[in-house]
């Protein structure tokens, strides 16, 4: 059985295939269009399909469109109604309705070959929900949706079993926590439906001073639901326009909404687990990209361990509804393998690369060793190696590395990547030494969404990564599923005594994550980087020769 999931309704567009149960493929059309996002979440580009990734996904496992099963769409047009019945007014939603309805015939023309009646409709947050429900290692577990908005709705509430979806609640729009977490994005200057993550980052400079008058704005109703009513954040902080300096009261509302955000949250968590009674909660849709609030519902709910999808974002819906219907055609899908699910290069394939670049490289006898020297060195290293991943998040194969020990390194990678200075950048960490480090989030933490406590003799060792609160958002490294990266890792450790290099995404700002061979060199030639490790290979910085007079 071959499905082929779809994301294009709204942002990040993505395909995902599954075949005979298994997830073989998954990946974001921005790696391969170089657009951040794919596009942008207007009504005009809802047509807009994924057609690179999803050829890719296809060629991947040889299969032709005709011999599809099925193509899951992660969003249904008929349980949409008109923008009055949403209570958002938005005008747009009416050409997105019908973009979508068209789905079907725009996939056949974008992969020739396809049936468009094979093409099925999967409610958006059912998407979502099987993202995290259906792909989490532990079949039976209770599921939590939160993002923006789907059809009509922007919450779900249920529980697999046996992995068979039951939904206990969801919450209608125009309410939507995801929403009013976007409003506050662009009232903050940033990029909505792009850079929340930047208002998490602020959130860590502020305090909720605030909390009193957002409490009555933004509640829990008890039944599984909940009310964001209209709120003004001019009343809390002026209104920045990018690039505006932020003050201490923008970093207040930030702290302020996203510590509301975070209460709200645990008692959604609390009253699922009421109604389950499951060890495990699942979380999709693009709050669950929160790693701050993630941990507090760990800390706080009754659930033993909290799964979180990597691509928990819209991209994660591709995943989500291929797994919904190949389970409705009969298949017993199995959990998702990890999130290296993306295009990769042999070791020859590479080598044509950089004779084609006509780059100097050299292979070393280990090029875990190479780099571990280069970053005891305090050298940054670009690391290209193995499959990209499924997600926003750089998790070990697509990855900008550095020393964490020096404090000015901060700064430092934020410059390369030319990116905000508030940002925080975070530590790879082996697992086995991770628990005498850091503390309160989930040990094993693979997927880099939930933030730890640095101990407090660890604080001064590794500054780049320890955030302005004392946490970092850690992902800890196994030799077994992992083997390089802990290899680099160990043989950093044993040059340095810290079993920990910093790790963010191998992009500058404004771009998607580093993909293929090409977008590899092309960030090493612009940004000052020391090394490249791409493949076996290494490619080393030059040394620049000073100008004669």
């Known amino acids: 059985m071959k499905v082929l999931g779809i994301n294009a309704i709204y942002h990040d567009p993505a395909a995902a295939l599954v075949v005979d149960g298994r997830v073989v493929a998954a990946a974001e059309e921005e790696r391969f269009s170089r657009r951040k996002h794919g596009k942008r979440p207007l009504p005009w580009s809802a047509w807009e399909l994924p057609e690179l990734s999803a050829a890719w996904c296809l060629a991947e496992a040889g299969i032709r469109p005709e011999e599809l099963d099925a193509v899951a769409y992660s969003f249904d047009p008929a349980l949409m109604g008109t923008p009055e019945e949403s209570g958002l007014f938005d005008d747009g939603d009416t050409m997105r309705k019908r973009y979508a309805e068209m789905a079907p015939d725009f996939l056949a023309h974008a992969l020739p070959g396809l049936d468009p009646a094979k093409v099925r409709f999967v409610k958006h947050h059912v998407a979502h929900a099987a993202s995290a429900g259906k792909a989490a290692p532990q079949r039976d577990n209770a599921v939590l949706v939160l993002d923006g908005r789907g059809e009509a709705h922007s919450h779900l509430a249920g529980r697999y079993v046996d992995g068979q979806l039951e939904i206990l609640a969801g919450q209608a729009l125009p309410h939507s926590l995801g929403l009013m977490y976007e409003d506050l994005t662009d009232h903050l200057g940033f990029l909505r439906s792009s850079d929340e993550f930047k208002v998490m980052a602020m959130a860590s400079y502020g305090k909720p001073r605030f909390l009193g008058e957002l409490s009555e704005l933004i509640r829990a109703t008890g039944d599984g639901g909940f009310v964001t009513e209209t709120i003004d954040f001019a009343e809390f902080a002026p209104r920045l326009g990018k690039g505006d ?274 977008d590899a060199l092309e960030c090493f030639g612009s940004a000052p980087v020391d090394l490249l490790a791409i493949g076996p290979f290494v490619v080393r910085r030059p040394v620049r020769t000073p100008r004669p007079e």
Not at 283 to 311: D, H, K, Y
Not at 325 to 353: H, K, N, S
Request: charge should be negative.
């Open 245 to 518: 300096q932020w003050t201490e009261d923008h970093a207040d509302l930030a702290a302020s909404v996203q510590t509301r955000l975070e209460e709200v949250l645990v008692d959604l968590a609390r009253w699922v687990h009421e109604q389950t009674g499951e060890k495990t909660l699942t979380m999709a849709g693009g709050t669950a990209l929160n790693c701050v609030a993630n941990t507090r519902i760990l800390a706080e709910s009754p659930f033993e361990q909290v799964w979180v999808q990597p691509a928990a974002g819209d991209a994660g819906t591709a995943l989500g509804a291929a797994l919904h219907v190949a389970a409705e055609l009969g298949e017993r899908t199995e959990p998702m393998p990890g999130a290296a699910l993306g295009r990769g290069w042999g070791d020859d394939q590479i080598e044509r690369w950089l004779q084609t670049a006509a780059v100097d490289y050299e292979r070393p006898d280990d090029v875990a060793e190479a780099v571990a020297e280069v970053l005891a060195d305090n050298g940054i290293v670009a690391w290209f190696q193995g499959r990209s991943e499924y997600g926003p998040r750089a998790l070990g194969h697509r990855s900008l590395l550095a020393h964490p020990g020096f404090e000015a390194n901060l700064e430092r990678m934020n410059d390369v990547k030319g990116r905000e200075q508030f940002r925080p950048v975070a530590p790879m960490v082996l697992l086995e030494r991770a628990p005498e480090i850091f503390s309160r989030g989930p040990i094993p933490s693979p997927y880099m969404l939930f933030v730890h406590d640095v101990a407090p003799e660890w604080k001064d060792r590794i500054p780049t990564v320890t955030h302005v609160d004392g946490t970092a958002r850690i992902q800890t490294i196994d030799a077994e599923t992992e083997p390089l990266v802990h290899r680099m890792i160990a043989a950093f450790e044993r040059r340095t005594g810290i079993p920990v290099v910093v790790n963010t995404s191998l992009n500058t700002a404004g771009r998607p994550m580093v993909d293929d061979p090409r």
